[in-house]
């Protein structure tokens, strides 16, 4: 199993410009999350859902939009991107709550994206 | 609301020393709580976790951690350090019944020769 793996890597935007970010994850986790990592505060949780077809709105979801059209594959979207959406964008999954560790969330291993 | 807190945003250590690393935490409810790590350019790993069992939690590569209620604490501790433990970690919150993480700020850690 690959786990969740995240495309691209690395991305350079200039300002407004538009991009997507592609999360997908092969393990059949229903719940998925898009996070985004910056210096000194943590991780923030931008966006999620909890099942093909569904999503809602996190910690900071203004300026992102979102979808989730296969159960396997989040899909993030930057419309118009900001300086202030240069980032680290990370992906996790995890199977709804309940016993025998499936509250653990599993993560991809990042998107580095700087916005000029 | 859940938050967690964690105490000091960088920690040296010797090489063979003591890893202590602080969370606090604030919740209205039974936590689930979590430590995490992430080694440089790559992704988060859990490392242990508490979910109302025992109070002391084993996990990877020789951690442990403690749930004090009084405290309302959830220290990360390695005995003796070693050179590949310098990463960034992260404690992190959620509601026993809940899905959603919030995370603590990171504590850097760098282990010196």
């Known amino acids: 199993n690959a786990g969740v793996t995240q495309t691209p890597k690395f991305r350079v935007l200039k300002t407004g410009q538009s991009m997507t970010l592609l999360c997908a994850q092969d393990m059949n986790h229903e719940y998925m999350y898009w996070y985004r990592q910056d210096p000194g505060m943590g991780l923030r949780l931008i966006h999620y859902s909890v099942g093909e077809g569904t999503t809602a709105k996190g910690e900071v979801p203004d300026g992102y939009n979102v979808s989730r059209l296969k159960k396997q594959n989040f899909l993030l979207g930057l419309e118009s991107a900001a300086p202030s959406q240069t980032s680290v964008y990370f992906c996790?999954?995890?199977?709804?709550?309940?016993?025998?560790?499936?509250?653990?969330?599993?993560f991809g291993p990042g998107t580095r994206l700087t916005v000029l | 609301a859940q938050s967690v807190t964690q105490l000091g945003s960088h920690v040296s250590v010797s090489e063979g020393a003591l890893v202590l690393l602080r969370c606090n935490y604030s919740s209205s409810v039974p936590p689930y709580l979590f430590w995490y790590v992430q080694y440089p350019n790559q992704g988060l790993q859990l490392l242990l976790k508490y979910t109302s069992a025992a109070t002391l939690v084993k996990g990877i590569n020789g951690f442990e951690a403690e749930f004090k209620k009084s405290e309302t604490s959830f220290h990360l501790t390695k005995p003796s350090a070693h050179m590949s433990d310098a990463a960034e970690y992260f404690c992190?919150?959620?509601?026993?019944?809940?899905?959603?993480?919030?995370f603590g700020a990171g504590t850097t850690v760098t282990v010196r020769a």
């Open positions: 992190a919150i959620a509601r026993s019944n809940d899905y959603k993480l919030s």
């Open positions: 996790a999954s995890r199977q709804p709550p309940g016993g025998g560790g499936r509250d653990t969330q599993y």
